[in-house]
């Protein structure tokens, strides 16, 4: 689960991380209003959305006068950042950036263990830094049984602060960190960047935490921070309806039965280079009613352009599935390319039975299907 920088800061702040003064403004005015009621000199304007890489996709912005302010909040609400729409910016405290530090707790699968990450070259630019410059990263495991005394704490900020002003606050900061990543059952806390001002004070400007789903049930505060994007409403709507789906990227819409088939599907997908929209499995049933529900959330999503049905018949058959999508298409108003791979329990006369209507293209094999969806969705012919 993830939450909003807002939200996070809120946790800093109960842990005792500095952190800038900030107000949450749901529109210009109310930015306007709590930027005079801060007495703030330069403010900067952040969109709320859950994605990183706000500061380069528009979502950060400095103003340094009332007009300014108001003018980045209304821009920035009335926006999307990477598809997501602005509903809620955060106004803070300009502060003056000296240096941008990394911070970060995760959970490593190698050393099976929390890693601490730090780097001094932190912002912006840090998948950069990773990749081009890995030296310029710093990486501790935590032992469990030992996790972060007082003298280790020092030794991790000694790393980047030779002197004890700076390294005893940041010894401070990696322990509350630790302290909030591990209470909560987070799965990432992350400060980018953790500012040196010009005042010599260290400042998480930034602040990202996610947190294991499979926790939340002993973690209710933070279950409560929840708020789920349209694509997660979508999600959970189907769940009611006893569909797995999960959204993608891609254009190719896929329904499938069963998760394993549902990932050979996604799978055979990416080797010809595309993207799957999404991950829809109906489970066994050939139920025309169930299979208009599943059209309709595969339809729902505009990006998808084409629609792959992979079924395998076993105890539902192959037939009973072509005789449910034959019902279910004479009530559906689509004209999307529909390609169908039935396999299995009587395979043979379910794709009799769908070659009768000319709203379907039947394909043998899971191959043949993938292939003709690809081709479709460049607009060949099949
Ligand atoms: P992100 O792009 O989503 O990670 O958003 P951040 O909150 O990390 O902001 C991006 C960048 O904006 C930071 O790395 C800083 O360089 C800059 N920035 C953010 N807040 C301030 C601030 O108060 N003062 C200054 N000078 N720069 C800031
Ligand atoms: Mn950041």
Known sequence: M?????????????????????????????????YR??????????????????????????????????????????????????????????????SEYYLSFTVDRNTRSVVLIMSNSGGIDIEEVARNTPEKITRFSIDPFIGIPDYLARRFAFVYFDRIELAGPMSRIIQSLYKLFMESDASLAEINPLVLTAEEQLVAVDAKMLFDDNALYRQSNIHTLFEPTAEEKIETSAKEKGFSYIHMDGEIGCMVNGAGLAMATMDMIKLYGVTPANFLDIGGSSNPAKVIEAMKILLHD??????????????????????????????????????????GTNEQRGRELLRTSTRFHVAETMNEATSWAVKSLKNKSI
């Open 302 to 343: 505009e990006q998808v352009k084409v629609v792959l049905i992979n079924i395998f018949g076993g105890i539902t058959r192959c037939d009973d599935v072509a005789m449910g999508l034959l019902e279910a298409f004479e009530k559906m108003d689509t004209d999307i390319p529909i390609i169908v791979r039935l396999t």
């Open 2 to 34: 993830k939450i909003h920088e807002y939200q996070a800061k809120e946790l800093f702040a109960k842990y005792g991380i500095p952190v800038e003064k900030h107000a949450l403004c749901h529109t210009a005015d109310g930015a306007l209003a709590a």
């Open 37 to 98: 009621r801060m007495g703030l000199p330069k403010a900067v304007i952040k969109a709320q959305v859950l994605t990183g890489g706000r500061g380069k996709a528009g979502g950060v912005k400095l103003a340094v006068n009332p007009e300014e302010v108001h003018h980045y909040a209304k821009v920035m609400l009335s926006t999307s950042i990477k598809g997501l729409p602005v509903t809620k910016v955060l106004l803070s405290e300009a502060v003056a950036i000296a």
